[in-house]
């Protein structure tokens, strides 16, 4: 548990530096319409999506971790400090419920002896940015993909809905920078792939739907 903890705190503060990449220079970005609900339990509710492969900035992982760790651009390696260690790293542009691209959002998955810590940092730069954390089954793409008969190196389309977690819930809020600050709630990652094409790279959506509330 204390190792999860660990991880989970390194890969939260990798990303968090990331999503801070987006405030330097010190610019005033234009304010987009937030598209947030009012929950009836006095949460807020928001949605992000991602679209692949065309919202994909950076990808790179361990060898045979999962079906998603192909590496964009081709070539590209862990660097040393991580290569010791199965885990992925994937960068992308984040996108509001109607579709608009507002951002960008980081994440480091490292794993462990049976599971996986999985860090996100959704970075708005009119808003500041989102952390979350979470751990999920590693080699679930795998299981998921290897049940509906796909080969590693062969096209494949159809429709497989994956959540990281449950349905319910993947990990957990904890709070972020600017309009994220004092928040905690929890969040779903669910993985929508429609294809994977000959080289390895994923058709379909990322959706983070989060549910937080100001403590």
Request: hydrophobic letters at 40%.
């Amino acid at each position: 548990m204390l190792k999860t903890v660990f991880i989970s705190g390194v890969l939260l503060g990798l990303a968090t530096m990331i999503g801070g990449a987006g405030f330097y220079p010190l610019v005033d970005h234009p304010r987009l319409v937030s598209r947030t609900q009012v929950l009836p339990n006095g949460g807020r509710g928001e949605d992000f999506l991602i679209r692949l492969p065309v919202d994909r900035i950076v990808s790179v992982g361990t060898e045979g971790l999962s079906v998603s760790a192909v590496a964009f651009p081709g070539g590209l390696e862990l660097p040393d400090t991580l290569s010791g260690e199965p885990s992925q790293i994937d960068h992308f542009k984040v996108r509001d419920a109607d579709g608009n691209v507002i951002g960008v959002a980081a994440r480091h998955m490292l794993a462990l002896e049976d599971t996986a810590a999985v860090a996100w940092s959704i970075t708005i730069p009119s808003r500041g940015s989102l952390w979350l954390t979470g751990t999920v089954d590693p080699q679930s793409f795998g299981a998921a993909f290897s049940g509906i008969g796909y080969q590693p190196g062969e096209s494949w389309s159809g429709n497989l809905d994956l959540f990281m977690g449950t349905a319910a819930e993947s990990g957990q809020a904890r709070g972020g920078s600017a309009e994220f600050s004092g928040l905690s709630g929890t969040y779903t990652e669910r993985w929508n792939v429609t294809g994977i094409g000959d080289a390895g790279e994923l058709r379909g959506t990322i959706a983070l739907s989060t549910v937080t509330y100001l403590y």
